[in-house]
């Protein structure tokens, strides 16, 4: 992690302990993520209250706004806010609910919004500090409409109000400043959070896991992710008589669509015990996708290869999930971190077509001693992204100790 900000006239703060301090975070969507992992820090160090707001995100769900306050020597306390979800349109009741936050050391926003929010509250003198967590960046969020330039104006302004600005990838970074027009006086210290994952916790496949034959995809179900293009790779590997099957963890808007793909596979259709392919679904539970990943054996991440895909910004944790499971990693060159995997081994590096994911993942299973080098590549690499970490890192940046 990193500071690329520059010099800046914000003064430094004394440090003190994430024991006993205040926190709010507020975020979008119920994906995990950076928002969750820092809740989880914090409660690990003793915070004596924690706030998090999760707000709908997509259209497909789920339509409500989750409030839960985390105090010590108490259970939460958990409140749901229907709302109506229509984005962008809808995005701004983000900025009323909940009406009352309360008094807080430190507004975490991983949205522009959820920012906006804070900085509000440090006007009233009911928060000290505010940081801007940015856990995406899309040049064009909404395409070329006001929307967007809206959008911008508040990202921007994010940007240049925050106490601190965090940001997942050093690409994402400089994208952010170079379209925003900010340089290291106007804008907040700036410094790289990748994401993480859990080390102590998660479970890792066994040195044998290339015996169970099941390649996963997790994350969201949308175009970008090459969804469809894993499902015809795996058709393919069963008309070539390999005994592989599928697993997609996730949701969206395209599963129907894929699994009507699927079922227009005879290779993968259910044969008696035999389900060559298996959609779970959205899962909340992250502690059953960690299952799921550690019972596989290889893992699968088909961007599409789009010159506009916010991916290459990007620094995708189902990639740290991947790894940190020990899973070998078949994956398009789309994420800016893909020719670092690439050499060490973590990943081999495929075309975003299914004759290229199948060959990649052919070649990864080829022998026992292929697929063992790259299970611990995986590990190795994934032992430089411990989230416990990479979080006491950055919230010594805003001045807390864990």
């Given at each position: 992690?990193?500071?690329?900000?520059?010099?800046?006239?914000?003064?430094?703060?004394?440090?003190?302990?994430?024991?006993?301090?205040?926190?709010?975070?507020?975020?979008?969507?119920?994906?995990?993520?950076?928002?969750?992992?820092?809740?989880?820090h914090?409660?690990?160090?003793?915070?004596?209250?924690?706030?998090?707001?999760?707000?709908?995100?997509?259209?497909?769900?789920?339509?409500?706004?989750?409030?839960?306050?985390?105090?010590?020597?108490r259970?939460?306390?958990?409140?749901?806010i229907?709302?109506?979800?229509?984005?962008?349109?809808?995005?701004p009741?983000?900025?009323?609910?909940?009406?009352?936050?309360?008094?807080?050391?430190?507004?975490?926003?991983?949205?522009?919004?959820?920012?906006?929010?804070?900085?509000?509250?440090?006007?009233l003198g009911?928060?000290?500090?505010?940081?801007?967590?940015?856990?995406?960046?899309?040049?064009?969020?909404?395409g070329?409409?006001?929307?967007?330039?809206?959008?911008?104006?508040?990202?921007?302004?994010?940007?240049?109000?925050?106490?601190?600005?965090?940001?997942?990838?050093?690409?994402?970074?400089?994208?952010?400043?170079?379209?925003?027009?900010?340089?290291?006086?106007?804008?907040?210290?700036?410094?790289?959070?990748?994401?993480?994952?859990?080390?102590?916790?998660i479970?890792?496949?066994g040195?044998?896991?290339?015996?169970?034959?099941?390649?996963?995809?997790?994350?969201?179900?949308?175009?970008?992710?090459?969804?469809?293009?894993?499902?015809?790779?795996?058709?393919?590997?069963?008309?070539?008589?390999?005994?592989?099957?599928g697993?997609i963890?996730?949701?969206g808007p395209?599963?129907?669509?894929?699994r009507?793909?699927?079922?227009?596979?005879?290779?993968?259709?259910?044969?008696?015990?035999?389900?060559?392919?298996?959609?779970?679904?959205?899962?909340?539970?992250?502690?059953?996708?960690?299952?799921?990943?550690?019972?596989?054996?290889?893992?699968?991440?088909?961007?599409?290869?789009?010159?506009?895909?916010?991916?290459?910004?990007?620094?995708?944790?189902?990639?740290?999930?991947?790894?940190?499971?020990?899973?070998?990693?078949v994956?398009?060159?789309?994420?800016?971190n893909?020719?670092?995997?690439?050499e060490?081994?973590?990943?081999?590096?495929?075309?975003?077509?299914?004759?290229?994911?199948?060959?990649?993942?052919?070649?990864?299973?080829a022998?026992?001693?292929?697929?063992?080098?790259?299970?611990?590549?995986?590990?190795?690499?994934?032992?430089?992204?411990?989230?416990?970490?990479?979080?006491s890192?950055?919230?010594s940046?805003?001045?807390?100790?864990?």
């Amino acid at each position: 992690m990193a500071d690329i900000s520059g010099p800046h006239v914000r003064p430094n703060r004394p440090t003190r302990s994430i024991e006993g301090a205040r926190f709010v975070l507020g975020w979008s969507g119920f994906a995990e993520g950076p928002a969750q992992a820092a809740r989880d820090h914090l409660l690990a160090h003793g915070a004596a209250r924690v706030t998090t707001v999760a707000h709908p995100l997509v259209a497909e769900g789920p339509h409500r706004h989750e409030v839960v306050v985390h105090q010590v020597g108490r259970d939460p306390q958990r409140r749901s806010i229907p709302a109506p979800v229509r984005p962008p349109y809808t995005y701004p009741i983000d900025l009323l609910v909940p009406p009352w936050y309360g008094t807080a050391d430190l507004w975490l926003g991983f949205t522009g919004l959820c920012t906006v929010r804070g900085l509000a509250a440090r006007a009233l003198g009911r928060v000290e500090q505010v940081v801007s967590w940015n856990v995406d960046f899309v040049p064009e969020r909404f395409g070329a409409s006001p929307v967007t330039r809206v959008y911008d104006a508040v990202d921007r302004w994010c940007c240049r109000r925050a106490d601190a600005r965090f940001e997942l990838s050093r690409v994402a970074a400089e994208e952010r400043t170079r379209r925003h027009g900010l340089d290291v006086v106007s804008m907040a210290p700036t410094h790289i959070v990748p994401m993480g994952a859990w080390l102590s916790r998660i479970p890792t496949t066994g040195t044998d896991g290339d015996a169970a034959r099941t390649i996963v995809y997790m994350g969201h179900l949308v175009e970008r992710q090459g969804v469809a293009t894993f499902i015809e790779a795996l058709a393919l590997l069963r008309r070539r008589g390999g005994n592989l099957r599928g697993a997609i963890i996730g949701g969206g808007p395209l599963l129907d669509e894929l699994r009507a793909r699927a079922a227009s596979h005879a290779e993968l259709a259910p044969k008696g015990d035999d389900h060559p392919l298996t959609f779970h679904g959205f899962v909340a539970d992250h502690r059953e996708v960690e299952r799921l990943l550690a019972g596989s054996s290889v893992a699968v991440a088909p961007y599409v290869e789009d010159v506009d895909s916010f991916t290459r910004f990007a620094d995708p944790g189902k990639l740290k999930a991947y790894a940190a499971a020990g899973l070998p990693i078949v994956m398009t060159s789309v994420p800016p971190n893909s020719a670092e995997m690439g050499e060490r081994g973590v990943a081999e590096l495929v075309p975003g077509n299914p004759e290229g994911l199948a060959t990649g993942i052919e070649w990864v299973l080829a022998s026992h001693d292929e697929w063992s080098r790259r299970r611990r590549a995986a590990l190795d690499w994934a032992a430089g992204f411990d989230w416990d970490r990479l979080l006491s890192e950055a919230f010594s940046h805003v001045g807390f100790r864990s």
